[in-house]
């Protein structure tokens, strides 16, 4: 039988707007311009950036508006576009992040990638299934599928297939996909999108009341998360490793995981209900606030209400 799963999404709250959050005071690790940049050089930057939205998203913000306000070639047009549409997608603001995508699909196509194309198209297919439109989301995903020729670049467009079969309740198929991308991305060293499609398998598992298999794999992507410094993304992996130990009545071991930072360090001290561990949770224990969304959500027994944006996929 499923077991009902409270799914941590984090909700990423900018205050009055995106254009109104400022970047964290840390350094942005991207300095290039991309004139006369080595094709493999504008991707490592490239790559970096599309992980920053996933980690930092308002540093990527604005490091993805200076790359567009300047002259840049078709591939950096393609990153920044795209890593900024993955910011507004994440804040709700889906419409503007379609169009942002489509635009960044057609500068990867004056690109000399075509794993670039399929990239940008992987990302622009789980948006619009998220938004509704997944016949279109699907076609677009088949595309990017057939665009890559396996390797890393081809596990991650898997992956990002295999959410939208999920949210279709297209399980066996999400699997054979999820399967099929966490062996290409082990195998090709990418342990971020390894977590990622782990992360996503424990949605799966979960769905079909497979307790133990969806923790081993949020076990694995919140180690492969932490030691790449992703640090939202592991997160959210402790959180929802503490709602798989709810539903399986492993009252401790959940208390550990709300109280343990994601760093791994030892856990603190029982907080207040005025002072919750962290902002990244699904549901909110008894006694504390809820945090409401016009999103749908499952709710833990004896919780308050959550408020979970689902977390997209890149």
Not at 41 to 59: F, I, T
Not at 257 to 277: E, H, K, L
Request: glycine residues 8%; contains cysteine; positive net charge.
């Amino acid at each position: 039988m499923a077991w009902s799963v409270c799914i941590c999404w984090v909700v990423l709250d900018f205050p009055a707007g995106l254009s109104a959050t400022k970047p964290s005071p840390v350094s942005i690790p991207f300095t290039w311009n991309s004139y006369d940049v080595p094709v493999d050089e504008a991707d490592r930057h490239g790559e970096a950036l599309l992980a920053l939205a996933l980690s930092r998203p308002a540093d990527a913000l604005a490091r993805a508006g200076q790359l567009l306000a300047e002259p840049a070639d078709a591939l950096t047009e393609s990153y920044a576009r795209q890593a900024r549409a993955i910011v507004l997608r994440d804040s709700g603001r889906v419409d503007e992040a379609v169009a942002g995508l489509r635009a960044a699909v057609r500068a990867a196509r004056r690109s000399p990638s075509a794993e670039r194309v399929a990239d940008v198209r992987a990302t622009l297919g789980v948006t619009l299934g998220f938004a509704g439109r997944t016949a279109q989301g699907l076609a677009m995903l088949d595309t990017a599928v057939a665009g890559c020729a396996g390797g890393v670049h081809g596990g991650r467009v898997l992956m990002r297939r295999a959410t939208v079969l999920r949210l279709l309740g297209r399980y066996d198929e999400a699997l054979t996909d999820l399967r099929r991308a966490i062996d290409l991305l082990r195998r090709g060293g990418d342990p971020i999108w390894e977590a990622r499609s782990r992360s996503h398998r424990f949605l799966v598992y979960a769905a079909l009341g497979q307790a133990a298999r969806a923790d081993r794999d949020l076990a694995i992507a919140e180690r492969l998360f932490a030691a790449a410094g992703q640090e939202l993304e592991s997160a959210m992996a402790v959180h929802n490793r503490a709602d798989v130990a709810l539903q399986s009545g492993d009252i401790p071991a959940r208390w550990a995981s709300w109280t343990r930072p994601a760093s791994g360090t030892p856990p603190s001290a029982p907080r207040s209900p005025a002072s919750p561990p962290t902002a990244a949770r699904c549901c909110s224990p008894p006694g504390w606030p809820p945090r409401r969304s016009p999103w749908p959500t499952t709710r833990c027994a004896g919780s308050a209400p959550g408020s979970v944006r689902p977390k997209w996929p890149r």
